[in-house]
């Protein structure tokens, strides 16, 4: 998605992946490498003007070499690496009064002071909700993670919603409207992720305002995602955080009037922010790996799917599914958000990615 | 622009198109050789499953082998070529009713029944206005086009309006709300192409008939623009159709529902048509190469022009400029029409695209 706005201002862009990566296909300016690997991260960078990631699981010893020589790296890599870390990610909050669910920093060994049920995450390398436990005894907490972990008090909240920020060079800002996802609550999953949210004024203002405080204490260039909770009594908590293009702002392509990936390249490029408006109400879905299907991907019920008013389909060209595999999204514009809702539900159930 | 529609679509596309062609960094399915040549074209559709086209410059001889051998090539190759052919096109209307100025057809030595002024065409190989004289006697006419060309009645028009029409194999038809052009009266040129149009919903209607009147008498599958003069009295006539994604259609990208790029992949896929609804005004302004200009281009004032409101700037990434070369377009949307205009005139103003 980064390619197809990189290409509307035409960018020579590169991209560094492993070996059929979507965007193989669609970038002779490909190389093959481990994202992880010091020298693939460094040698690939350094033919560069600026690098940035759309992953966080990145070697940042690289990119720091990189920011020594005098290269842009947006996110920059100290950044990164705060965030790679759920602990130092809570420690920054708390030095910084960015209101989030109170924790302890936790060693295989160390006593805690939680009540449980209680949330246990790994500091590091969690990713879509792995990692991350509800443990409701001792031995549920002795049979989860080891090493370094993180302790937060389980909050009940009513929604989660999700603020995008992004920052230039010259330290211009611009939010994004709150967007909220819809639990699904027999399945107790997100059902999809609706835009503008309902949340009201107060909690919309109070959201920006602490997407910006976090971007700007950072000092980030880029784009950064933060995730809330709205607690029952309407207090924003928050949850995560995500210096890159996100899945809760997808729905930019055709709900706004500067998509996140455009937003994106043009903080890093120190050009002028773009319009975040929305357009139009839009509803975003994730298609999914269907259960029981793993290899070469087959999409089931696409031309159905097109029947339907106002579906952009966004499939990310990955090879093989597997089970709940993240194949892409689909958006759905309609002046009418129930209208919208209504047609993702349908869609949801008729699209299906299955295996040859 | 295509390729940004094919990769939502995750459809695997490949590209023929000579060195340096803007897809050429964009795909690593890109093939060099020339469009006109017969070997080129066919053997480089031999390994494809449906083949289209971008321009219709290409050599048909190779596309109806091709179709002859079962392949889907559409739009088909004998509409190609009643297209290429502006003497064709022109009979084709006389004998389907579809209303055009009045013409004759002309080789060297021959008569003609037309008072001057009058327009003289080429009927093959005219392109953005190449081909196209207007001749006020007979000297300019004897120093003007040889060979096979076209002499058509000069109409006083008051707009120049178009229409685009996709249709599928199942024969579902679908246009897009007509657009209008602006001219500068004082360049005589099109400043730029605003959607949606004012000129009522009786000409609209009748715009939007003739267009899918005309797609289907040619049986034609596939994206049509069909460009009309509205006359002083408020009739239409039909100028010149083209059988591909056109200029006319850019706007459609940020201002419609569905991009005339998808509308194109859905018609020639079969798969149900886009919703083609107006989601906010939109004016395409050309990114023309400026006068003086000739070699490897650099585009200026784009960091300003990036700096208003619902700015969508479209480079081609062509390599080389020269003066008026279509470089690119910007596209800016606004929830007014007014407004959008205001701004694209600044925009235009800002913009040039110079070489090194």
Known sequence: MILQEAMNLNLDIRFLDTQNAPCQNNSNHFTVGDIRNFDDVYNFGKELDVISIEIEN???????????????VYPQPHIIELIQDKGLQKNFYKENNIPTAPYQLHEVGDSFNFEFPFIHK??????????????????????????????????????????????????????????????????????FLFSPSDVGEAVEEKGREIACSIIEKLDMVGILAVEFFLTESNELLVNEIAPRP??????????????????????????????????????MINVLGAKGFTGRAVYKGMEEALSFKGVSPHLYGKLDTKPFRKMGHITVTNPSLDEAKKIALEVKNIISVESE
């Open 122 to 191: 790994c500091r590091v390398g969690g990713y879509d909700g792995k990692g991350v436990q509800k443990v409701n005894n001792i031995d549920e907490f002795n049979q989860s993670f080891q090493g370094s972990t993180l302790i937060e008090e389980m909050i009940p909240f009513k929604k989660e919603l999700s603020v995008i920020v992004s920052r230039n060079e010259k330290g211009e800002m611009m939010t994004y409207p709150i967007v909220e996802q819809e639990f699904n609550p027999e399945a107790n999953l997100v059902e």
């Open 246 to 283: 996100h899945n809760s702002g997808h729905h930019t392509i055709e709900g706004n009037y500067t998509s996140q990936f455009e937003q994106h390249l043009r903080a890093i490029l120190n050009l002028p922010l773009g319009n975040t408006e929305i357009i139009e109400p839009a509803v």
């Open 58 to 72: 990145i070697n940042t010893k690289a990119l720091k070499k990189l920011e020594l020589e005098g290269k842009k």
